[in-house]
Every structure is written in structure tokens, then in C-alpha cells.
């Protein structure tokens, strides 16, 4: 993923549309940008707490700002490898597990385009959302870290739409259905649920250029 997401819907919908409420006080910050989702920032997440289910903040990096790149800090924003000793003691526990309310998903194009305005080719965005859902939940899985609350989503095998612009992986979307079951279910349950979805259900526009426009 190119760690760019959307929440366009506001917290009345997230209610309606999950049947929740806040778990945690309503952030009063207006810092918090719960529209666009990018790496280190604050997102809407839905988790459980004491048999309840609720909308709490959370910040989209699991590691918590520990990772390091060419040293420079790196977001941990996805996970893909549940097997591996440090995210399954994590996803076996339902308790860590949320979802990640979205209305749409970003992916680069593959090859860059030339605008016609004299400067270097760049590529587009590619913005996917889901057709019979125009809000959706991705798998996540969520760690405290102090007093904070850290997400990543959950990456699957790449469907037939998101495969030509980004052959790796897609993030786990999850039908209605299964939300419970990925809240609640074993270990063997959620990577059940690790898996593309539909790409007749899905829709993609693009390339769009932002950073051109205006």
C-alpha cells in the first residue's frame, strides 16, 4: 500500500453504520484529520473493551515510532506476515484486534504520465472503494503503548483490480457479515478472513495528479 486512506463519512455515520458509540471521550483537538488517513497520524478504529463494542482514536503505526529506516523514523502501517511470532501474539488475541473504518484506499500508478506542462512525468493516484459498501472496515489489529493506542491493517493477496496497479497486496477488506467474527473469532478465524475481496465489488478512478492541479 502507498499508506494513503479516506474516512469522508463523519462519526454519526460510523454509528449508524456499525451500530456504536464512542468507547473512549471524543477527541477535542483540532489537529485530528479523520479524513485523511496517513502514516503517523490519528484514525477512527472500532475495537471491543469489556464485551462492548465502540469507536475509539488510534495512531496508524503499531510500532509505535520505533522503527527505523536509513535512520530515519518509519511507520509500521501494514502487516501482512500474521505468522511471524511478533504480530501472532498479537491477532490471536481478539482483544487486539479492530477495524478500520474507510471510504477509500489509495495506490500509485504504475508508470508515470506526462501532463503536458512542460515539467517531469509523475504518477497518478489510484483511488479504489467498494461498490456494495461506501463505507467498508479493513482488518486491523491495535497494541497500548503508554496511554496511546497504536493500529495497523491487515494486507491480503492483491484481486484482480488492484493487481495491475499494485500486483504485492491489498489491504483486508471485510464484509459485513464478518465483522464480528474478526473481532471475537480464534486466531484461525482471522487469517480465514485474510483474503482479496471481490473485485466485481470494487471500483478504481484514477490517475489523479493533486499536486498538478490548480
Known sequence: MCNRARNLGEPEELFERFRIDWLTPKPMDNRFDPRELRPFGRAYAIRREDDRTGLDVM????????AKQAGRKVAQTNVRSLHLPQWRSLVADPANR????????CEWARKPTDLGDGKKPIKGEMWFSVTDQPMFAVAGFWRQVGDQRYFAMVTCDANDLVAPIHPKAMITILAPEDHDRWLTGDYDDARALQRPYPAARMTVRGPVFPTREG
Do not use: K
Not at 495512531?59 to 520505533?66: F, S
Not at 479492530?98 to 484506499?105: A, G, S, V
Open 59 to 66: 495512531e496508524w503505526d503499531v510500532l509505535a515510532g520505533e
Open 98 to 105: 479492530c477495524l478500520i473504518p474507510l471510504t477509500e484506499f
